[in-house]
């Protein structure tokens, strides 16, 4: 299965902006859809937004949308989640994924070569 990376979080106050990467050095890689969830502190990991694989669909969780854009470069084998507006509730482990199951892209169970995750921490 394709190997995926993530990078880019860090500590940043609220109203604030991040732009998560997620890189894959595999040639297969243009031909996953690439979901980002996210996990806080005693929560369970939830969806956040979702790529196909040409890149022509998006999708988002209700939390996110308007504030948060998905995107993709298959010439560089990257995904980028850009998050603006961020709030104190965006504070979470961040992980990219790619879909290897069929089935519905809000549910983490279709996707499997999890990345090893990027902490995204908000400020009040």
């Known amino acids: 299965q394709v190997q995926l990376v993530e990078s880019g979080g860090g500590l940043v106050q609220a109203g604030g902006s991040l732009r998560l990467s997620c890189a894959s050095s595999d040639r297969t890689f243009s031909s996953y859809n690439i979901g980002w969830f996210r996990q806080a502190p005693g929560k369970e990991r939830e969806f956040v937004a979702a790529?196909?694989?040409?890149?022509?669909?998006?999708y988002y969780a209700d939390s996110v949308k308007g504030r948060f854009t998905i995107s993709r470069d298959n010439t560089k084998n990257t995904v980028y989640l850009q998050m603006n507006s961020l709030k104190p509730e965006d504070t979470a482990v961040y992980y990219c994924?790619?879909?290897?199951?069929?089935?519905?892209?809000?549910?983490?169970?279709?996707?499997?070569?999890w990345g090893q995750g990027t902490q995204v921490t908000v400020s009040s």
């Open positions: 994924a790619a879909q290897v199951l069929g089935g519905n892209y809000r549910d983490s169970g279709v996707f499997g070569s």
């Open positions: 790529i196909r694989r040409s890149g022509e669909n998006t």
